[in-house]
T-cell receptor
Framework: NAGVTQTPKFQVLKTGQSMTLQCAQDMNHEYMSWYRQDPGMGLRLIHYSVGAGITDQGEVPNGYNVSRSTTEDFPLRLLSAAPSQTSVYFC?????????????FGDGTRLSIL | TQLLEQSPQFLSIQEGENLTVYCNSSSVFSSLQWYRQEPGEGPVLLVTVVTGGEVKKLKRLTFQFGDARKDSSLHITAAQPGDTGLYLCAGLGGSNYKLTFGKGTLLTVNP
């Protein structure tokens, strides 16, 4: 199994550009989430989804949109990139929501906004 | 937002030494997880603790959940260079859907 696959691995954008970070999982997991990781800040939850068609905001949702049209895919959209969105983005999935569930992480997308 | 404070933030030790890292909060968590992250990769789950006072062992790693479920510790015995990485604790508090992460402890084990 591929697990959680994130694309692209690296991206450089100019301020104001838009882009979509892709996340796909092949484990039939219900729960998927997006985090950003910044130096000294740990992982912060951006958006999450408990199933196809259901999404909700996390701790730092501003400037990001998500959708969950299928169980497998959970793309993260930056509508108008800002330098403050320079970060490493991780997608994670788990079989179900809940604290006992192990989160499976992708290898991240390193995004720089100039 | 429920906060998890990890300490120390950085730790550099020699191979063979023992160490303990801490994860503390003023809030109660229904469960707590520990992850290890290596450079260029995503975090990988080490353990989940769910019962106050619970102790779990994973080879040379010992994890403990506080009696009040507000804190946890990770103890590594005879650390090895392969233990080098960022150790993150994560807890599920009031919401069943939002996992809160601490800022992590960056451990370096020198040969």
């Amino acid at each position: 199994n591929a697990g959680v696959t994130q694309t692209p691995k690296f991206q450089v954008l100019k301020t104001g550009q838009s882009m979509t970070l892709q996340c796909a999982q092949d484990m039939n997991h219900e729960y998927m989430s997006w985090y950003r990781q910044d130096p000294g800040m740990g992982l912060r939850l951006i958006h999450y989804s408990v199933g196809a068609g259901i999404t909700d905001q996390g701790e730092v949702p501003n400037g990001y949109n998500v959708s969950r049209s299928t169980t497998e895919d959970f793309p993260l959209r930056l509508l108008s990139a800002a330098p403050s969105q320079t970060s490493v983005y991780f997608c994670a999935s788990s079989l179900r929501s809940g604290g006992n569930q192990p989160q499976h992480f992708g290898d991240g997308t390193r995004l720089s906004i100039l | 937002t429920q906060l998890l404070e990890q300490s120390p933030q950085f730790l550099s030790i020699q191979e063979g030494e023992n160490l303990t890292v801490y994860c503390n909060s003023s809030s109660v968590f229904s469960s707590l997880q520990w992850y290890r992250q290596e450079p260029g990769e995503g975090p990988v789950l080490l353990v989940t603790v769910v019962t106050g006072g619970e102790v779990k062992k994973l080879k040379r790693l010992t994890f403990q959940f506080g009696d009040a479920r507000k804190d946890s510790s990770l103890h590594i015995t005879a650390a090895q260079p392969g233990d080098t990485g960022l150790y993150l604790c994560a807890g599920l508090g009031g919401s069943n859907y939002k996992l809160t992460f601490g800022k992590g402890t960056l451990l370096t084990v020198n040969p």
